[in-house]
C-alpha cells in the first residue's frame, strides 16, 4: 500500500503533467502551432501599444503631463517595445523549432506575468476600495438632480465591475498562454533528449548500423514506423559466411563421436 509521501508524489506527478505535459492545448491543436499564433498576436499588440506610447512621448502635446505621468509612460513604451522583440524571439523560435529560443520567451512570459499580476492585483484593491467615495464625489459635482446623481452611480459601478472582469480575463489568457509555451518547451526538452540518446547509441554500436543497407539505415529504431530488416541484408558481421563444400555433419556421425561404443 503506497504511504502518504508516495501519494503525495503521485498527485503532485499528475499535477504537473495535466498543465505543462502533452503535445496538444484544446485538446487537438499542436502547442508549436499555438505558440507561433500567441507570439504573433502579442508582437502586433505590443507593436502597436509601443507605438502609440512612444508616439505619446514624442509629441508637443505631452509637454503638459507631469514628471510622474510621462515616466509612466516612458516605462510601459520601454516595456512594450522589449515584449515585442521577445516575441519576435518566440516566433521564430516555434518556427524553426529552436529549443533555446522558446526558453527565452518562455522565461521572459513568466516575468511579465508576474508583473502584470502585481499591477492588477494593485489596480483591483484600487477599483474596489477607493473607487466607491471617487464615484459619488464625481457625480454630485457634475449631477445637481438626485435621482441622475444615482443612475450616475449606478452605471459607473457597471463599468466598474466590466474593468475588474477585464483585469482577471487578461490574466487568465497570459497564464494559460505561459503555460503553452512551457508545454512546448518541455516538448522540445524531451526530443532532445531522445536525439542525443539516439546519437549516443549509434556511437556505443556504430557496428551494428553500419552493417544494414542503406535503405534500412534510413529508418530509426526510434521511429514508430521502424520496422527491423529481414536477416537475409545482415553482412558477415552478424553471421559468418561458411566456406563453399561445407556439409553439416549427419546424426549417425555425431552419435558415432559421442558414443562410448
Known amino acids: ?11 503532485g506527478h499528475a499535477t504537473k503533467e495535466f498543465f505543462i505535459g502533452g503535445k496538444h492545448l484544446c485538446c487537438c491543436i499542436p502547442t508549436r502551432f499555438g505558440v507561433i499564433l500567441g507570439s504573433l498576436l502579442m508582437f502586433l499588440v505590443s507593436g502597436a501599444l509601443a ?35 521577445v516575441s519576435v524571439i518566440g516566433f521564430i523560435g516555434g518556427i524553426v523549432r529552436k529549443q533555446l529560443f522558446i526558453t527565452i520567451y518562455a522565461y521572459f512570459l513568466y516575468s511579465h506575468f508576474l508583473i502584470n499580476l502585481g499591477a492588477g492585483t494593485y489596480l483591483l484593491w484600487l477599483i474596489n476600495h477607493t473607487a466607491d467615495v471617487d464615484i459619488t464625489v464625481a457625480c454630485e459635482r457634475t449631477i445637481k438632480d438626485p435621482g441622475t446623481q444615482a443612475d450616475c452611480s449606478k452605471l459607473l459601478n457597471d463599468f466598474r465591475g466590466v474593468f475588474n472582469g477585464l483585469i482577471v480575463f487578461t490574466l487568465l489568457i497570459e497564464l494559460y498562454g505561459t503555460l503553452i509555451v512551457t508545454r512546448y518547451m518541455r516538448q522540445l526538452k524531451t526530443e532532445k533528449r531522445v536525439a542525443n540518446f539516439a546519437a549516443d547509441e549509434f556511437r556505443l554500436r556504430p557496428h551494428y548500423y553500419t552493417s544494414l543497407e542503406d535503405d534500412d539505415r534510413e529508418n530509426s529504431p526510434f521511429d514508430s514506423s521502424y520496422r527491423p530488416p529481414s536477416l537475409s541484408r545482415f553482412s558477415a558481421t552478424h553471421f559468418p559466411v561458411m566456406p563453399e563444400g561445407y556439409t553439416p555433419p549427419s546424426p549417425e556421425h555425431k552419435k558415432g563421436t559421442y558414443s562410448n561404443e
Open 51 to 85: 507605438v502609440v506610447l512612444w508616439f505619446e512621448v514624442s509629441t508637443e502635446q505631452n509637454m503638459s503631463f507631469s514628471s510622474t505621468a510621462r515616466t509612466y509612460v516612458t516605462l510601459g513604451g520601454l516595456l512594450e517595445t522589449l515584449v515585442c522583440l
Open 1 to 11: 500500500m503506497p504511504t502518504q509521501r508516495e501519494r503525495t508524489k503521485r498527485v
